[in-house]
């Protein structure tokens, strides 16, 4: 039987400890995003290995600080491998704290210095973000509710990451024209493609 991919099973598959998350910045030291967006110069990436489907579910973009210039933010995703050069590896975490040591069948890279290695191809926009105004200007008077990705509550577009037979990806950018910094918060569930496609 198939996977029925709607968001009254998401906490089954947290209970299941089929969902993971990663994060960029930690604590109170924030990460340093891109001065513009770039498609293989990810922010955040999750990469799909043969025979494995993630179910992207929840991204959370939140700035500390911005300059005074364009934020923009891009969630997409490909279906071939962009590479992992000048990436810095992170280790996803189990959301069920009762799987803590069952590891991901994904990779997740954060902190791009440069050049992935391979143009992402066939690339899906599954949502974006356009802020004109410099948001350390936006105050608690006119509250700016940043970056969510939510797509199974209606935020952006569903999208399903994964081959039966090559690397596929998931990716997050995010930009402001002079400099920024802040937070990441990705999670997604992850099938094998059998299971999923039975």
């Known amino acids: 039987m198939s996977i029925t991919v709607d968001k009254s099973q998401i906490v089954q598959w947290v209970k299941d400890g089929r969902v993971f998350h990663a994060t960029h910045g930690a604590l109170t030291?924030?990460?340093a995003f891109q001065t513009d967006l770039v498609r293989q110069t990810p922010d955040l990436m999750v990469r799909t290995p043969a025979g494995i489907v993630a179910v992207p579910l929840f991204v959370s973009v939140t700035t500390e600080a911005t300059g005074a210039a364009v934020f923009q933010c891009l969630v997409s995703a490909c279906n071939n491998d962009p590479g992992v050069a000048n990436v810095t590896a992170f280790t996803p975490v189990n959301l069920n704290t009762r799987?803590?040591?069952?590891?991901?069948?994904?990779?997740?890279?954060?902190?791009?210095?440069?050049?992935?290695g391979?143009?992402?191809?066939?690339v899906t926009d599954l949502l974006r973000v356009y802020v004109q105004v410099d948001i350390d200007s936006v105050t608690g008077t006119a509250p700016f509710?940043?970056?969510?990705?939510?797509?199974?509550?209606?935020k952006g577009q569903p999208c399903i990451v994964g081959s039966e037979v090559g690397?596929?990806?998931?990716t997050v950018?995010?930009?402001?024209?002079?400099?920024?910094?802040?937070?990441?918060?990705?999670?997604w569930a992850e099938f094998t493609y059998a299971e999923f496609y039975a």
């Open 29 to 31: 030291t924030p990460a």
């Open 173 to 187: 950018y995010v930009a402001n024209g002079t400099s920024a910094t802040g937070y990441i918060l990705a999670a």
């Open 145 to 154: 509710e940043q970056v969510v990705y939510s797509p199974l509550f209606g």
């Open 118 to 122: 391979t143009a992402p191809a066939g």
């Open 99 to 116: 799987y803590a040591t069952k590891g991901s069948s994904c990779t997740a890279y954060i902190t791009a210095a440069g050049n992935t």
């Open 167 to 170: 690397v596929n990806a998931f």
